[in-house]
């Protein structure tokens, strides 16, 4: 599996892929349309690699020193090289106008609150 991977990787030369099909294991069930692969699978092999060994090593810098045999600064170059490849996804986004309505229609927040949150303050 990795290794259809790695010859499909090499193959596009960091073309964006797009995915028309997907089939579940085991099961007897395909999705068709037009799906992007997320993030982190469009990355190259090396890099995919380079960050699942960051996580193996618990975001240990100084592990990752040891394993590739690299300097901290290698390091760190890498991963922010890495980092300006992938969106930051907002884990707590904003809440939107209907929702900030319904806080002050459940008292939950008053009017000058409420227009602080309309306006993005």
């Known amino acids: 599996m990795i290794h259809d991977w790695h010859e499909l990787t090499t193959m596009t030369k960091g073309s964006p892929l797009i995915v028309e099909r997907i089939k579940i294991q085991n099961k007897n069930i395909m999705i068709e349309g037009s799906f992007e692969l997320p993030p982190l699978a469009q990355l190259d092999m090396e ?9 193996r ?3 240990s810098i100084k592990e990752m ?5 690299v ?43 409420t227009i602080e949150k309309l306006r993005g303050e």
């Open 47 to 55: 890099d995919q690699i380079f960050i699942i060994a960051f996580i």
């Open 65 to 69: 020193e040891e394993m590739f045999g």
């Open 57 to 59: 090593c618990h975001g």
């Open 71 to 113: 300097s901290y600064p290698t390091v760190k170059n890498r991963l922010n090289r890495i980092a300006k490849r992938l969106e930051f996804v907002e884990i707590n986004p904003p809440a939107s106008q209907v929702e900030i309505l319904d806080q002050l229609a459940q008292g939950n927040i008053n009017v000058d609150q």
